[in-house]
Structures are given as structure tokens and as C-alpha cells.
T-cell receptor, first 112, second 110 residues
Framework: DAGVIQSPRHEVTEMGQEVTLRCKPI?????LFWYRQTMMRGLELLIY????????DSGMPEDRFSAKMPNASFSTLKIQPSEPRDSAVYFC??????????FGSGTRLTVV | SQQGEEDPQALSIQEGENATMNCSYK?????LQWYRQNSGRGLVHLIL?????REKHSGRLRVTLDTSKKSSSLLITASRAADTASYFC??????????FGAGTRLTVKP
């Protein structure tokens, strides 16, 4: 099993540009979570899906953020337009139910 | 908030010593989990303890849970330099959505 796969690993973009982060969960895991990690705010839960359906997006900081899960094997987190304060490491995680999460390696986003 | 809060924020010990980290939370939980994060890497799941369990072991790890005090502890015995990392506790909500604390930064000196 290749684990949770995130792409890209690093993204540098200019303020105002659209950014799309991608995640492939582990096959058979029916829950997917997006987190953001910064030194100031720690790990923040942005949104999570159960069986491809968004359950709670109250952690999404602004309307500039959106997430989709069109099928069980793919999810995207989009920021449009991006701002310097969006710079962070974004993690995707999946789990099969009442078990520990498997995290991806993260996407380090830098908005200049 | 069901978010866990770790204590201490940072811990420095010598190789071979035991390391104890504590976690407190505010609401009822389904389970509590501990994760480890090496610098620049993703989080790795260490151990899960359910709300009806009081203690759990996994190798050199021992986790306790006291639901009456809403607290948990993680003990790493006979620490090694490779244990240097940040350790996070996380509490699970009704959809197993995890909220993480700020973490404890553990440094094990060789």
C-alpha cells in the first residue's frame, strides 16, 4: 500500500493565484480529512468527508477555500485567490473508521 | 472544545531515560490517540485508547486514560535519540474527526 499520497510536495505561488492541492486516500478508507499546520495555530482541521460527502467544513477559514471529493480515491483543496497568510503545510489524512489516521507527507505552500 | 492540550510544551532528556507527556481535554470522547511527527514530515499514528480503556501498551509506549479527569499520559520508556520528535494527542468526535493539541517537543540527547 502506497499510503496517502499528496501532490505537489511543495508549491510556491504568487498572491492572487489559484492553488490546487491533491490527495489520494488509502483504498477502502471511507473518511478523508484536510488539515493545515502552522507554527502559530498548530494543526487545524479544515474539512472532512465520510463516503465522499462533506460532513463538516466549519474549519475552512474563508470562502476562498473549497474542497471536493468527486470519488473515493481523490480529493482536492483549492484556494482562490491565494494570500501570503495561507502559507502553511497542508495535510490530508484518511482512515477506515474508528482507527488511527494515516497522514500524507503534506504539501508545503508558500504564497509570496 | 474537544481539542487536546499537551503538557509540557517541550521536554529534553538523556538517552535511556523515560519521557512522560500529558494531555488534557474538555469534552467527552470516543477515543484518544497519540501521534508522532518528525520535523518536516507527516504525522504517524502511535496508539489509540478507547474511552472504556484505562491503559494500553505498545512496545516502549504506555498510554493511560482517566476519563474522570479528562486526561491522558504517554510514557516512552528507555528513550533513544531516534525518539526525538513532536508528540500530539488528539481526541475523536462523533464522526471520528480528530482535533489535535499543540504538541510536546521531545529532544532525546545521545
Amino acid at each position: 500500500d502506497a499510503g496517502v499520497i499528496q501532490s505537489p510536495r511543495h508549491e510556491v505561488t504568487e498572491m492572487g493565484q489559484e492553488v490546487t492541492l491533491r490527495c489520494k486516500p488509502i483504498s477502502g478508507h471511507n473518511s478523508l480529512f484536510w488539515y493545515r499546520q502552522t507554527m502559530m495555530r498548530g494543526l487545524e482541521l479544515l474539512i472532512y468527508f465520510n463516503n465522499n460527502v462533506p460532513i463538516d467544513d466549519s474549519g475552512m477559514p474563508e470562502d476562498r477555500f473549497s474542497a471536493k471529493m468527486p470519488n473515493a480515491s481523490f480529493s482536492t483543496l483549492k484556494i482562490q485567490p491565494s494570500e501570503p497568510r495561507d502559507s502553511a503545510v497542508y495535510f490530508c489524512a484518511s482512515n477506515p473508521g474508528d482507527y488511527g489516521y494515516t497522514f500524507g507527507s503534506g504539501t508545503r505552500l508558500t504564497v509570496v | 472544545s474537544q481539542q487536546g492540550e499537551e503538557d509540557p510544551q517541550a521536554l529534553s532528556i538523556q538517552e535511556g531515560e523515560n519521557a512522560t507527556m500529558n494531555c488534557s481535554y474538555k469534552t467527552s470522547i470516543n477515543n484518544l490517540q497519540w501521534y508522532r511527527q518528525n520535523s518536516g514530515r507527516g504525522l504517524v499514528h502511535l496508539i489509540l485508547i478507547r474511552s472504556n480503556e484505562r491503559e494500553k501498551h505498545s512496545g516502549r509506549l504506555r498510554v493511560t486514560l482517566d476519563t474522570s479527569k479528562k486526561s491522558s499520559s504517554l510514557l516512552i520508556t528507555a528513550s533513544r535519540a531516534a525518539d526525538t520528535a513532536s508528540y500530539f494527542c488528539a481526541t475523536a468526535g462523533s464522526h471520528n474527526d480528530m482535533r489535535f493539541g499543540a504538541g510536546t517537543r521531545l529532544t532525546v540527547k545521545p
